[in-house]
């Protein structure tokens, strides 16, 4: 019998050092492509444990943002400036909120307020279509039951986040996209967005394509990333997110 217990045992733990755990956490390395182009404009880390999200741009820009849904914030960190920034969630919301009630600025501001697709999906491919935006997401299944319902969580506060920034379009189509994704428990191998827009020349249409390979264990250096984060939070500079992001100034001019 104990010959037997210890077989059990090691044949559990051969399996746990192979696969890893839930608890263990997973991570995404993100490539973002414009069109057809071979040479990725964005790569990204993104490390899920068990209640926090470290998401890492990678190259120049060396940005690092900590997503602490429970605790109601998200920080921001620059790794060049040395600063620190801290968005609450619910003041996130109440931005995102606001994009329902200001004018549209376009047809495709107008839109993207209040989006609606066609959706299907068959043979792992999740399209939502309209006229001005589609999205064409080949799809893969998580290895752990709730794992996209965490990446898509992600997904939604990164699109608000983006959102605020200069220039970009309201967060509401990728926020579509998610609940599509999460409502089929499935997670984006390679997503496609085409946006078409209407020229005195014509019809122009603009992709991006962005490819996601997921890893469900944690190497060492993950580890140490999420470590050196503690360190950054300890050392770094705290300016409000307005000063972070440039914000004060572009209103200033305003």
């Known amino acids: 019998?104990?010959?037997?217990?210890?077989?059990?045992?090691?044949?559990?733990?051969?399996?746990?050092?192979?696969?890893?755990?839930?608890?263990?956490?997973?991570?995404?390395?993100?490539?973002?492509?414009?069109?057809?182009?071979?040479?990725?404009?964005?790569?990204?880390?993104?490390i899920f444990t068990d209640t926090l999200v470290y998401d890492f741009l990678l190259g120049q820009s060396q940005e690092i943002t900590?997503?602490?849904?429970?605790?109601?914030?998200?920080?921001?960190l620059d790794k060049k400036r040395q600063l620190c920034a801290t968005i609450l969630t619910n003041d996130l919301l109440?931005?995102?909120a606001m994009y329902k009630i200001r004018k549209a600025e376009s047809d495709l501001f107008k839109f993207c307020t209040?989006?609606?697709f066609k959706e299907t999906f068959a043979d792992n491919i999740l399209t939502l279509e309209a006229d001005q935006f589609t999205y064409r997401a080949t799809c893969v299944k998580?290895?752990?039951?709730?794992?996209?319902?965490?990446?898509?969580?992600?997904?939604?506060?990164?699109?608000?986040?983006n959102a605020i920034r200069p220039g970009n379009l309201p967060p509401f189509p990728r926020m579509e996209l998610n609940q599509a994704l999460s409502g089929q428990k499935m997670l984006p191998e390679d997503?496609?967005?085409?946006?078409?827009?209407?020229h005195l020349t014509g019809r122009r249409h603009e992709t991006i394509r962005s490819h996601h390979v997921f890893n469900w264990a944690l190497a060492s250096r993950d580890r140490q990333l999420i470590e050196e984060v503690g360190n950054h939070l300890i050392k770094y500079k705290s300016v409000s997110a307005e000063d972070y992001l440039g914000l004060a100034k572009k209103m200033a001019k305003k």
Do not use: N
């Open 191 to 198: 997503i496609v967005r085409t946006i078409t827009t209407t």
């Open 142 to 161: 998580p290895r752990w039951g709730g794992a996209e319902r965490q990446y898509c969580e992600f997904a939604d506060w990164s699109a608000q986040l």
């Open 94 to 96: 109440q931005i995102t």
């Open 114 to 116: 209040e989006p609606v």
């Open 1 to 46: 019998m104990l010959r037997i217990h210890w077989l059990v045992w090691t044949v559990l733990l051969m399996t746990l050092a192979a696969t890893g755990g839930a608890d263990d956490g997973f991570r995404c390395e993100t490539d973002v492509f414009v069109a057809a182009e071979k040479t990725p404009v964005q790569q990204s880390l993104t």
């Open 66 to 76: 900590l997503y602490d849904v429970q605790r109601g914030t998200i920080r921001l």
